[in-house]
């Protein structure tokens, strides 16, 4: 028995390959499929399987290019409905993978079709579990991700006893394998590992204390921020198909000179800068939007950029094919080439530049004497430990919450390390507001030892 965990940080999302016997299985892969042809080469087997946990609103998973590409079955849960072939498994049902086997256990509660993956090893013995979206470590999926369709009270209630009867039976020594990390927002607040044991999580993880149905209910629905805009997107890709990655990069991996650059630009596309923030804040294109490759590229993409929008890239040199790529991890096809040479190109050409300041940790406090602070981390974060007086709104919530902020006030942002924050920093400069600085490093190099829920005073 083989087992490998495949994670994307740009998507905090984990695929898994599974082998036995020269026989191998996939579990919610993402859209290039290439990786997963190229360690099953590598290790003498073939793919049979592609085991999808639910529909994803995250992602554009990869199974229908894979299928196409190794003749393997895609196999969903009970409740699912696509616009293609699948096998849609019963509850219970078993697949056997060399000598293996992998059971369906029907989990509805983050969608109706949600579904988990138990693998019994060549004993007949239950090893592991691929929850995908059920249970996470530290937390389980939202309920509140079908656009209404189902009420998000109603699908906490199938949460419940999904995870009662189906998940809270297993031995404790089951190791548990989800289907994303921290930063992902199919979950309220997921622990820093990928994995984890389900004894560790019946300790730990809040969902699976004993409560009531209601307090359940309540539980999980507490607190839910509005979903990025580009689930539902993705949600309708991933059950009606889609082109395929190569046609998509075909079209859309295209060097445009400078004066077609300009004349993108000029017709409505947005500039997005995938250089790390450190680049970005030394001179940049007036408008652009600065999303590093370095981080989780594709969330934040899909988070705050209108998924209809057509874009421009301007990327390292080297690195356009893969931000065009990544783009298409969630789904976003509407690319009209790349800078060839980047940004440079820009500033060869004489064309008007613009930069953000940041200060260095030592100076925040005499920074912020004299600014507002906007924190732009989640509320979880904010919580825990902030900047006594610091002005919150999350980096998700930050074009629709301008309102709340002055373009004539000067603000220093911060995030926990700076990615976050050269985001916040580039999307208000692009909203016209002029006065703006960023902390390098983020609040990681400010904070001193503080309790849980404090302030930092300035």
Known sequence: MYIEQLYTNCLAQAAYYIESNGEAAIVDPIR?????????????????????THVHADFVSGHLDLARATGATIVFGPEATTAYDVHAARDGERFQLGDLAIETLHTPGHTPESTCYLLSDETGRPSA??????????????????????TKESLASRMYDSLRNKILPLADDIVLYPGHGPGSSCGKNIGKETWSTLGEQKRRNYALREMSREAFIHAVTEGLTAPPAYYFFDATINKKGYTPLEEVLARNVHALDLEAFEGARSKGALVLDVRGPEEFELGFIPGSIN???????????????????PLAIVAPPGREEEAIRRLARVGYEQVVGFLNGGFDTWQAGGRPVERISSVEPEAFHDSASTRTVLDVRKLGEFETAHVDGAQHIPLAELEARLGELDPREPYLIHCAGGYRSMIAASLLRKKGFEDVLNLHGGFSKIRPPVPEGSSVPL
């Open 32 to 52: 290039e499929w290439e990786p997963y042809v190229e360690l099953a080469a590598r290790r003498g087997a073939r793919i049979r399987y592609i085991f999808e």
């Open 129 to 150: 579990i691929f929850t995908g979206d059920t249970l996470f470590v530290g937390d389980v999926g939202r309920p509140d991700l079908l656009d209404g369709r189902v």
């Open 291 to 309: 999303i590093g490759l370095d981080g989780q590229y594709a969330l934040w993409v899909g988070t705050l950029i209108d998924s209809r929008s």
